[in-house]
């Protein structure tokens, strides 16, 4: 089942903080985190895998909290850079071996000097 | 190469016509990820590749796809007798094994008139 992301669309002013979530119905192996620019091939940013961990790099971080099956983004102090479509990928917990990653349909982020 | 990269980048053809399309992963990237990705839309899981071996196809939406990999690099997607309904970005992801994070390729924009 696709992952909700929300919300489905921000603006904001450079400098402003941001959190996109994600959530899940399924039991969650890892929560991967992307960001698409127009016309670009998707850049991953972090994975965070079960077990609740949190994770961060420069101003973006994230968590994971396993018992709720959701994941954040947080976004500090945005810069213009951070535009752009933020998706979420869900590997879910059973199965046993790696499977393609199920996407929310995204968040649209867009920063405004 | 130092990337995923992806042939055609643009992919125009009539109804009903036959398309290859093929994705060179990272090298040394044993796991090999298909995506479809429709205007504005999310990603949605295609196939999945760990060495030659395809252990989930499900994600394949009819019959008239299909996919392989040699040599545990190269992968071609294929799709018979193509319906207006297959365009869409094809995008193709590797990552070093499963379960790991996925670097993506530019893509294959598909036009079916």
């Known amino acids: 089942q696709q992952p909700v992301q929300s919300p489905q669309a921000v603006i904001l002013r450079e400098g402003e903080d941001a959190v996109i979530n994600c959530s899940s119905s399924?039991?969650?192996?890892?929560v991967h985190w992307y960001r698409q620019k127009h016309g670009e091939a998707p850049i991953f940013l972090m994975i965070?895998?079960?077990?609740?961990e949190q994770k961060g790099h420069d101003k973006i971080s994230a968590s994971f909290n396993e018992k709720k099956q959701q994941s954040s983004l947080y976004l500090t102090a945005s810069q213009l850079s951070y535009s752009g479509t933020y998706f979420c990928g869900t590997e879910i917990a059973s199965g046993g071996g790696a499977d393609g990653l199920t996407f929310g349909k995204g968040t649209h982020l867009i920063i405004q000097p | 190469g130092a990337g995923v990269s992806q042939s055609p980048s643009n992919k125009v053809t009539e109804k009903g016509k036959d398309v290859e399309l093929r994705c060179d992963p990272i090298s040394g990237h044993t796991a090999l990820y298909w995506y479809r990705q429709s205007l504005g839309q999310g990603l949605e899981f295609l196939i999945y590749?760990?060495?030659?071996?395809?252990?989930?196809k499900s994600g394949l939406p009819s019959d008239r796809f299909s996919a392989e990999r040699t040599g545990g690099s190269v992968s071609t997607l294929t799709i018979q007798r193509t319906q207006q309904e297959d365009s869409a970005v094809y995008l193709c992801a590797s990552s070093s094994q499963g379960r790991q994070p996925q670097h993506f390729g530019d893509g294959t924009r598909l036009s079916i008139l």
């Open positions: 965070l895998l079960k077990g609740g």
């Open positions: 399924k039991a969650l192996y890892s």
């Open positions: 590749f760990q060495g030659n071996s395809a252990p989930d």
